[in-house]
């Protein structure tokens, strides 16, 4: 997976991400309804704030998880990190949408982000992580994104920034 810089000039075009509300889309709904995109990662809840680099934050989830494989870990650092620390206000982000309710459709969200990194744990768990958005378009057929686009919401992770397959 490739990752965007941390030290991105503030001037730069607004980036897309692609991020995932759950392996069930078991957030969505909640992301939609309170205008934000959150994440979770297993049981990991705490604010990302505590660690003071991405190599530092790595330790953490090493000592937190050790059972899980060193690739496993490297790559939820990444996409957490990413979440948190190097999506910018304005960028957009691509959520995915598969919650049963929708049965066979599936559906695309595109919001712009409008706030900074938050940690709440007063709200539902695996949304404690998340940022503010502004949702412009919830209910985007699949059908309608391109090739490359499909391809890349396609992905596993939870957090991707959208450069293979040409997106």
Known sequence: MS???DNDQPDREPRAWV??????GETEEH?????VVSIGWD???EELDSCADRDAFGEHLKARF?????????SGRDQIWCFGKVIEVGDLV???????ALGRRRL???GRVTGPYEFNSSQPENTWQRRKVDWLHTELPWEQLQDDLR???SLPATVVFPTKHDA
């Open 108 to 110: 695309i969200a595109i």
């Open 94 to 100: 691509v959520m995915p949408q598969k919650r049963p």
């Open 66 to 74: 050790p059972d899980r494989d060193e690739n496993g870990r490297r």
């Open 151 to 153: 391809k890349m919401v």
């Open 43 to 45: 049981d990991w809840g």
């Open 19 to 24: 991020v995932r509300a759950g392996r069930g």
């Open 3 to 5: 990752i965007a810089s």
């Open 31 to 35: 992301n939609l309804e309170h205008s």
